[in-house]
């Protein structure tokens, strides 16, 4: 394809002044007033209420995203983080209790009923469940735990180990688990786990902080618990914590078998008498995929990639990096894992990961690809609850764009024996990951229906979860570090009860894929299209019908996707 040098620009703003001061709270509480004083005397007149509170919300989510962005990119640098947690304290706080009489203004409009019921029942469902939900005295404890969020990514950034002579970060690290000399793996195993049990103190405490104010929040909204007030604030009307635990069940019924056949494929190659810990990522062939030498040609294989699946998502990316909207590489100092943001006002996303030169960072940066073409594909909605897919929707995106890219690896891997074995890794993988999925939302559902526990019953229930969805991995002797792999994971600290999501998507990506491979790839992207465009203007089970695809995550489904992703690597 030929690149060009365009870059993304942000629109003109419709409703409200290009320099408009976002730092000036007494400038933007007047904009907020005139919406909720404001007039409305016909429909068109409330969705443009609608289209007018987006706008401005768009304005400032812009403003946090980026102050995010800075704050992650840099985390080891206080004051991007003071940055950010002001911004969010001073200014998107005080936003909420407008947002609340805005909502109101909505749903109590005698023109509401006037809207047309196949366009706008999502709308008020979503609305309804909002107003339900706030309570002014929460305000003060979503900044408190916001703060607290972004404390793990702040030590998290500066966790390093000096391995022969060098200083490098947790991620870094992970390479050499990949070594074929296994005393080179467990050594750096430990390097790893030692490090972050040096501070697991320091981060349990700070857990329990956050676990405090999030009960509070539940009770204040008048909840028993703060796993079934998540549950409906996160606007999951599609399935309930019952559901999610038969999708525990099912896992454990009919993936954890074919793990277990698989990790005693792997002993028999390596030679080993049980699988470790360190033995779990190594290349049996002896070999170990290089997709890349350095982050430019990482950028533009991708975009080759992009381009055989659809020129236009090609050009999106190639945008983002003309925009400097990409952060791929791992450095010290950067805050762990990796995610697509939506610059709500451009239109636009800023893509963060850390790349270390492996296979997963191929399959990252297409997974926040997917991420980042839903944002483009939705960016032409105008009314705001329709704008912010839920995580089964956004997940559903970007997971099956790493299984459509599947065909174009050769950008990455030209020798057939190489594209084999990534394609291998990636569909083993799409079930490997499933056990640990149900392990991160089991361990939160007790924690917080089990509200009084101390961190040592946390640590010891974590372990029996690890044990209970365990594929054949041998932790003898190694338990106390077992129990505290759930350090690593910054949902469980970040965004609570955001991970169930991944494993439902991955199910819905599968599908996905399964009718690529036997409906034609034409029909399956074209559906898959439709879906990204469609934002949250749909419910979920709706909107994977549009993809072509069923919401459903019971034994049955999964027991013939397991099959989908057998025969296919038979293949």
């Not at 277990?260 to 033995?279: A, F, H, S």
């Not at 970040?494 to 029909?523: H, T």
């Not at 934002?535 to 099959?563: M, N, Q």
């Amino acid at each position: 394809m030929d690149y060009t040098n365009e870059t993304i620009k942000k629109p003109k703003r419709r409703y409200f002044p290009e320099n408009l001061n976002l730092t000036d709270w007494n400038e933007l509480e007047k904009h907020f007033l005139t919406l909720v004083e404001s007039p409305i005397n016909s429909p068109e007149e409330l969705i443009q209420l609608l289209e007018k509170s987006g706008e401005l919300n768009d304005i400032l989510r812009e403003e946090s995203a980026l102050r995010y962005i800075k704050m992650t990119c840099f985390a080891d640098q206080e004051k991007y983080e003071k940055a950010f947690n002001s911004f969010y304290s001073e200014i998107i706080a005080k936003t909420q209790p407008f947002s609340f009489e805005l909502e109101k203004k909505f749903y109590n409009s005698p023109y509401r009923k006037e809207l047309s019921e196949d366009k706008f029942a999502h709308l008020n469902r979503i609305i309804s469940n909002s107003i339900e939900l706030y309570r002014e005295e929460n305000i003060p404890l979503f900044v408190k735990e916001q703060e607290l969020a972004s404390k793990y990514g702040a030590i998290n950034s500066k966790l390093t180990v000096n391995y022969k002579g060098e200083e490098k970060t947790l991620s870094q690290l992970s390479v050499f688990l990949k070594n074929q000399d296994r005393s080179v793996r467990e050594e750096v195993w430990y390097l790893r786990v030692n490090r972050i049990q040096e501070v697991s103190d320091e981060l349990n405490v700070l857990f329990d902080e956050m676990k405090e104010i999030r009960l509070l929040q539940a009770k204040n909204a008048g909840f028993q618990n703060y796993r079934d007030y998540k549950h409906q604030s996160m606007g999951r009307f599609s399935y309930t914590p019952e559901d999610i635990f038969k999708f525990h069940d099912a896992i454990e019924k009919h993936v954890l078998p074919f793990l277990k056949e698989r990790n005693e494929y792997r002993r028999t190659k390596l030679g080993i008498d049980t699988v470790r810990p360190w033995d779990t990522s190594v290349d049996l062939d002896g070999k170990m995929l290089k997709p890349f030498s350095n982050i430019e040609e990482f950028i533009d294989k991708a975009l080759k990639i992009l381009n055989r699946i659809n020129p236009e998502y090609a050009l999106r990316l190639n945008k983002m990096k003309n925009s400097k909207l990409l952060d791929l590489d791992n450095r010290k100092g950067k805050a762990p894992g990796g995610y697509n943001y939506p610059l709500a006002e451009t239109g636009a996303p800023f893509i963060f990961m850390n790349a270390v030169g492996l296979h997963r960072d191929v399959v990252t940066l297409l997974h926040e690809s997917g991420h980042a073409m839903h944002t483009f594909a939705s960016n032409h909605i105008k009314i705001d609850p329709y704008k912010e897919t839920p995580s089964e929707v956004a997940e559903l995106a970007s997971i099956a764009m790493e299984f459509i890219s599947m065909d174009y690896w050769s950008e990455f891997y030209p020798d057939k024996d190489d594209l084999r074995k990534a394609r291998l890794e990636q569909l083993e993988g799409s079930l490997s990951f499933l056990p640990w999925c149900m392990i991160v939302d089991a361990f939160q559902q007790w924690i917080y229906t089990n509200p009084n526990h101390t961190a040592t019953e946390r640590h010891a229930y974590f372990e029996s979860l690890m044990d209970r969805f365990g594929s054949g991995v041998d932790w003898s002797g190694l338990e106390n570090y077992k129990s505290l792999m759930w350090l690593f994971q910054l949902h469980i600290f970040e965004v609570p009860f955001y991970y169930i999501e991944y494993g439902i998507s991955q199910l819905g990506a599968m599908a996905i894929y399964r009718n690529y491979r036997k409906s034609g790839k034409e029909k399956a992207l074209s559906m898959y299209d439709d879906f990204l465009k469609l934002g949250y203007s749909k419910p979920v089970d709706k909107i994977y019908e549009t993809a072509g695809i069923k919401f459903d995550f019971s034994e049955g489904y999964i027991r013939e996707l397991v099959d989908f992703i057998r025969e296919e690597m038979n293949k």
